[in-house]
């Protein structure tokens, strides 16, 4: 059985059925619920380890008044709704139809591959369950909780893939209690600071070094919002995907979404629409890579730093100056641009700083005229990291295949708490079944990587997007790889692009280092619970 099916008692049934599309399955639609509460559930999904099920009987239920939904027939003008939506749909062909109905789907049981196929679409909205706030040595029904792809489980490689997970997440474990021990003892508490703020800040510091462990198989859970265009465009391509996972959830998705914007999805499996659509992304997808195989059949990657920025605009600067100005001139832009680069450069500093104004916080960001140039970067930095990074859904981004071909580090924190042993073997053996899977199940052989080997990506994106990914992920709580991936982009773009005044812009971007990452926001957040 690939997915471990929730159980609830017949109480807990009934109050859980009205708002829930199934109460057993791994993907499933909220139905009946005020906008506001599913955005909650959603909101406190990420940081919990209970299903959203769960998190609803044990957090919000008792806490909601809900007889008043329970009176809506929702079904009331479904069929004459339905028949408007195909005419205008299917026959008339206006896609801009499906922008109108939203639906809130959870996805959990999902591996960790997956869910960066679940977070592609640019036109959604994602939280994911978080490795840095949830310890991953629980069990699943009696079963640690990695993907059992079952292709591999049925072949003879199947009792070593799940001996060797097994083993991994006994390593896993192990870590986790030695950095919280060694970080007990290496961060007293202050005084000042509650239990709670401690505990949890230390939790976070040890679930932060202990990760690199776990492999990209790891189950998470997802909650996702969209429209019925935006799940259609991610259905094409999960049934094109060559993961069979992908295609075999794609299938549970569009099952519980039938349940609930039934019209919006009519296209997905015809055989005219939806199928030649995923066929073309299959077909094309299958010769872009046989073709990339032949053309570059055994180049080695070389040595690199680990951000490069590979493309920018030297003029960039002198174009954003000009956005700023051109809304408020008559002239056209080729001109505005011509004076703009005549100017002196105290006319160009009070420019830029008129335009960004003073920031008092990190989300006052300058208009569109930071969208007028664009960088690229090539990242080669740990799977973790990337996770995070991937989210960020406005920029470009592309990734390759996650294989053990570029190593990986060994966390600071592993190393003080003397667990380098435990780390580096449980690595050892991840890539070692990586490389053994490879041979036979290639699509399914990343779910062996750990998530401390690094994979190659690139980001491409306007400056506008730039200060908010930067100062986002530079930020004092946030992990130490992706903090400094982003602390050297912002070096990047002031001194190799020489854009020193759009650098000096993202003033909210914070180079500095700490100890203990999660204490201050631990600290904030105790605050603001004391004062509502």
């Given at each position: ?101 939203g639906v809130h789907l959870a996805c959990e049981q999902a591996s960790n591959v997956l869910t960066k196929i679940l977070e592609w679409g ?37 009792a070593r893939y799940v001996a060797d997970m097994d083993a991994g997440f006994d390593d896993y474990a192990t870590c986790l209690q030695g ?328 003033t909210h971007v914070d180079h500095g280092e700490y100890a203990l990452e999660r204490l201050d926001a631990e600290r904030a957040a105790e ?6």
């Open positions: 059985m690939q997915y471990v099916a929730e159980r609830f008692s017949a109480e807990e049934a009934d109050v859980l059925r009205p708002y829930f599309t199934n109460l057993d399955g791994p993907v499933f639609a909220l139905v009946n619920l005020p906008e506001v509460v599913k955005g909650a559930l959603f909101a406190r999904y990420s940081r919990s380890s209970k299903s959203l099920r769960r998190l609803f009987l044990d957090e919000f239920v008792g806490d909601l008044d809900l007889t008043g939904d329970l009176g809506v027939d929702a079904s009331i003008g479904l069929a004459r709704a339905e028949q408007l939506y195909e005419k205008v749909f299917l026959e008339y062909g206006d896609d801009s139809v499906a922008q109108l109905g640019r036109l959604m909205a994602y939280l994911e369950q978080s490795t840095r706030y949830i310890p991953y040595d629980t069990r699943l029904g009696g079963r640690y909780r990695f993907y059992r792809p079952s292709e591999v489980l049925d072949s003879p490689l199947g950095l919280l021990e060694w970080a007990r003892d290496a961060y007293p508490k202050t005084p000042g600071d509650s239990d709670f703020v401690h505990k949890t800040a230390l939790k976070a510091k040890a679930c932060d070094a202990a990760r690199g462990i776990l492999p990209a198989a790891t189950l998470s859970n997802v909650g996702i919002y969209g429209t019925g265009q935006a799940f259609e465009a991610l259905l094409l391509r999960m049934r094109a995907h060559p993961l069979p996972e992908a295609r075999r959830y794609a299938a549970m998705m569009l099952e519980e979404l039938r349940k609930v914007i039934p019209s919006f999805l009519t296209r997905v499996d015809r055989p005219d629409r939806g199928i030649t659509w995923s066929e073309y992304l299959a077909e094309t997808r299958a010769d872009t890579a046989a073709l990339v195989a032949r053309l570059f059949p055994s180049d080695p990657p070389d040595a690199r730093p680990t951000v490069v920025l590979s493309d920018f605009d030297p003029d960039g600067e002198d174009k954003v100056l000009a956005a700023v100005c051109y809304p408020h001139t008559a002239l056209p832009e080729d001109r505005v641009l011509d004076r703009v680069r005549r100017l002196g450069a105290g006319d160009r500093i009070a420019l830029m700083r008129a335009y960004v104004g003073e920031r008092e916080n990190r989300r006052h960001r300058p208009g569109r005229a930071f969208e007028r140039t664009d960088y690229r970067f090539d990242v080669l930095a740990d799977y973790g990291a990337f996770r995070d990074l991937q989210r960020h859904r406005m920029l470009t981004i592309e990734w390759q295949r996650l294989s053990p071909r570029h190593g990986y580090d060994v966390p600071p924190e592993i190393s003080a708490a003397g667990l380098d042993d435990t780390f580096v073997e449980a690595l050892e053996r991840s890539g070692a079944l990586h490389d053994t899977l490879a041979l036979d199940f290639p699509e399914q052989a990343p779910y062996a990587v750990a998530l401390a080997y690094r994979v190659r990506f690139v980001m491409q994106m306007n400056a506008r997007e730039a200060m908010h990914v930067i100062e986002l992920r530079t930020a004092p709580q946030g992990h130490p790889t992706y903090r400094a991936v982003c602390q050297e982009m912002h070096r990047l773009i002031a001194e190799q692009a020489g854009h020193p005044a759009i650098a000096a812009a993202m605050a603001r619970r004391a004062s509502s």
